[in-house]
């Protein structure tokens, strides 16, 4: 066959040559794996699993236009639940349940089994953004409070050039406040405090005319420094560490009575190094961008130089943090979160690789494998910045429909460790529950992966996009900013909880919630995002190090591993609610009200596409209707999308009216982005690459595959780059 000279012919397949020199001369070296057995296996599993993967998607397919058939049949009629419950159990969409399942993932790391904390989700491309996420595995909650909007910027709090010491008194009475709230004394308060010593083994407090102890004095763990003058002082409670520092010479400790600096909050117990949702990675340079990453951060090499306050420093993985413990031993702490890879869904091809007849091949696979190589460096590593102890690779498997979707991803995990010679269920798989057809056969979707799934999660944004494309035809959806209160949604997060625990995974995996998406907005979520915990959930993903320190304060105040016991007796929400479909009566809708729902759908998904697509910007601070900063990634289009595909569809707006709604939209996003020298207007001409797309993934989004975005978006992105 005849191929670009791109291209290197090896083994049966034909790879990028961008790739095939990053995997052999970047990724292979150090690992033992043989670069020609490696090629020719690799073929081999395309070979095998690449059919595989066309078929599920075939059924996908077959699925959706059963359904479809279904609701125009039935739209002029009031649902029949009875009828349509069997239906799904008919066509093969909903299964009958396995029966008990027990997870029996073994090697999995404290940070998944046994630690409930937050989650960072940070795009894989960017290496800045990665060191950040990775290295917030420890927060200064002194700095988190004080630079947020959780103390209010008023009556002389202001945050200003110098340092306020009178907010710096306000952040010390919070971080006292947490101290009697998680670490009590056994008389009086930590408000009180004028000194923090280490006395027969015990931590002292020093308060006016005496001495007194924790209320529980196994919460003192270790300290640095010496006894009698420590320069910080470890606590710990549920599984979360906290250090107080100690020096009266800084900003904070001059005006604070005992001399504390700072209160180190242990934060960001996980973090999911994305090359999906957040990334805009669509042709090998990209892709070999993310891969080069993943490998530093595997191999604990990864740097970046960083220019800030006019001052460029070299920003690296975190050491790990070390203490003295009172019997003269030193403990280590990890200093670095847990980091876990997020790979594409199974519908994306790549032409990246090429099998042995010159056709893409599912990137999916392609992720799987080369992050594997390259998380073989951690795995053979003894000593220095390691990520896992326990000798596990944990991949993040998103948008899977179905318990036959999740077998197919356990039987390719198999064969990429047969590939590079790992022990079997070293390579961990996270379920994202973000499908419908997941969600409705949540239990056995685990089953299916027993013996390596480590995390199941909630998503609204892509779960409400799945559930508007899958009953499309059933009729016009409730308003958006309404989801959250439908009733499939509440089943849908009750279940999610409900089931992971009756599956087995607390002690072996996590149980995850989603995005505050809001990073500003740092005083709500510490209102709101307390539920996520409450829930029984052991992660919830943040938008920043610093709410991730803000959040971790939520796993202080709940004890999650106690609510998931609690919550093992609660019966489980029926499957019924949970299909129930959001079809809203329209009737009593004005006019205003369908156009003000409208320019909040154009309006986010004008505001996100432009930097996708003429930037390669995956995930951003994107200013919603109201200008609040909102943290967006791929998952906004496909619900925003949907939404007012359906909206046409059932003709409540027609295209013309979406048209001018979408270019009236564009001038406000331009406003908002007018102070950024790189962006490129949309309006007046409406004739740009980002325009065309946002276009595109509204009047073409009911016929894209289950509402995705990713085809639209990479062609339009390629067509971007190519321009420039």
């Known amino acids: ?15 990028h040559s961008l790739l095939y020199n990053f995997i052999t001369n970047e990724a292979m070296p150090g690992t033992g794996v043989q670069p020609a057995s490696f090629w020719l296996g690799f ?70 089994a046994n630690v409930a904390g937050p989650q960072l989700v940070v795009p894989g491309t960017n290496a800045r953004y990665a060191l950040n996420a990775v290295n917030a595995r420890w ?4 700095n988190a409070l004080y630079g947020s909007n959780v103390i209010p910027e008023t009556g ?69 420094g010496s ?25 904070m400790g001059r005006i604070d009575n005992a001399g504390i600096a700072d209160l180190i909050i242990e934060a960001a117990i996980t973090t999911i190094i994305d090359g999906e949702d957040s990334v805009a990675a669509v042709d090998v340079e990209d892709k070999v961008l993310l891969f080069r990453n993943w490998l530093g951060l595997m191999k604990g090499t990864l740097t970046e130089t960083v220019e800030k306050n006019s001052q460029k420093f070299v920003r690296r993985l975190a050491e790990d943090r070390r203490y003295n413990t009172v019997d003269g031993g030193e403990l280590v702490l990890h200093g670095r979160a847990l980091m876990l890879i997020r790979n594409v869904g199974s519908h994306l091809d790549t032409n990246i690789v090429l099998d042995v007849n010159g056709n893409a091949v599912p990137e999916t696979i392609v992720d799987l494998v080369v992050g594997s190589v390259c998380a073989l460096h951690d795995l053979r590593r003894t000593s220095g910045l390691r990520n896992s102890r326990a000798g596990s690779v944990y991949v993040v498997k998103p948008k899977l429909h179905g318990a036959e979707e999740v077998s197919h991803a356990d039987a390719l995990f198999s064969a990429t460790e047969d590939l590079l010679g790992m022990d079997r269920y070293t390579l961990k798989m996270g379920i994202m529950d973000e499908e419908r057809r997941t969600s409705v056969n949540l239990a056995a979707c685990i089953a299916a992966a027993e013996n390596r799934v480590f995390f199941i999660n909630t998503g609204f944004l ?14 016009p959806m409730i308003p958006k900013s309404d989801m959250r209160s439908a009733l499939w949604m509440n089943s849908y997060e009750d279940r999610s909880v409900g089931i992971g625990i009756a599956c087995g995974l607390p002690g072996r995996g996590q149980i995850g919630k989603g995005m505050w998406a809001a990073p500003d907005a740092m005083a709500e979520m510490l209102e709101q995002k307390i539920a996520h915990p409450r829930a029984g959930a052991s992660t919830a993903w943040v938008p920043s190090p610093t709410a991730a320190t803000l959040h971790a304060l939520h796993y202080h105040a709940v004890d999650v591993v106690a609510r998931q016991q609690e919550l ?6 029926p499957l019924n609610d949970l299909l129930a479909i959001p079809v809203a009566d329209p009737r009593n809708w004005t006019a205003d009200d369908i156009e003000r729902e409208l320019e909040t759908n154009a309006q986010s998904i004008l505001g996100y596409v432009v930097r996708w697509v003429d930037r390669g910007i995956g995930c951003s601070k994107v200013p919603d209707t109201h200008n609040v900063a909102l943290m967006e990634d791929r998952a906004t289009l ?31 996003v331009d406003r908002q982005n007018e102070m950024d020298r790189h962006y490129k207007p949309m309006a007046p001409d409406y004739d740009g690459v980002a325009f065309k797309a946002a276009c595109d993934l509204v009047f073409e989004g009911r016929t894209q595959p289950n509402g995705y975005t990713e085809f639209i978006l990479y062609s339009r992105r390629r067509e971007a780059k190519a321009g420039a």
Do not use: C
Request: proline share 3%.
């Open 139 to 142: 927060g200064s909650l002194y």
């Open 568 to 573: 093992r007796s609660r019966p489980v929400s």
């Open 1 to 15: 066959m005849s191929l670009s000279a791109n291209y290197v012919s090896t083994g049966g397949l034909w790879v």
């Open 462 to 475: 892509d779960r409400t996009g799945d559930e508007i494309h899958t009953s499309m035809e059933a009729g």
């Open 43 to 112: 073929s081999a599993l395309i070979t095998r699993y690449g059919p595989e993967n066309a078929a599920l998607l075939a059924e996908r397919v077959r699925l959706q236009q059963s359904i479809d058939d279904w609701h125009r049949q039935w739209r002029s009629a009031q649902i029949n639940t009875t009828q349509y419950h069997k239906f799904l159990y008919d066509i093969g969409y909903v299964k009958q349940g396995p029966g008990k399942v027990t997870v029996a993932t073994s090697n999995v790391d404290e940070e998944i």
């Open 156 to 224: 002389g709090l202001e945050r200003s050039a110098g340092f306020n010491a009178r907010r710096g008194r306000v952040v010390i009475a919070r971080g006292r406040s947490f101290l009697d709230e998680n670490f009590p004394l056994a008389t009086g308060s930590h408000t009180e405090s004028r000194g923090y010593q280490v006395q027969n083994g015990h931590l002292a407090v020093k308060i006016l005319n005496r001495t007194v102890s924790l209320k529980d004095g196994s919460q003192f763990v270790a300290l640095r």
């Open 227 to 251: 006894p009698e003058y420590p320069v910080a002082v470890l606590l710990r409670n549920n599984n979360l560490h906290v250090e107080i520092g100690i020096d009266a010479l800084s900003p």
């Open 638 to 668: 496909r619900i925003s999308a949907q939404h007012i595909a359906n909206w046409l569809l059932h003709g409540l707006v027609t295209a013309e009216q979406v048209m001018g709604t979408l270019k009236r939209m564009a001038i406000i």
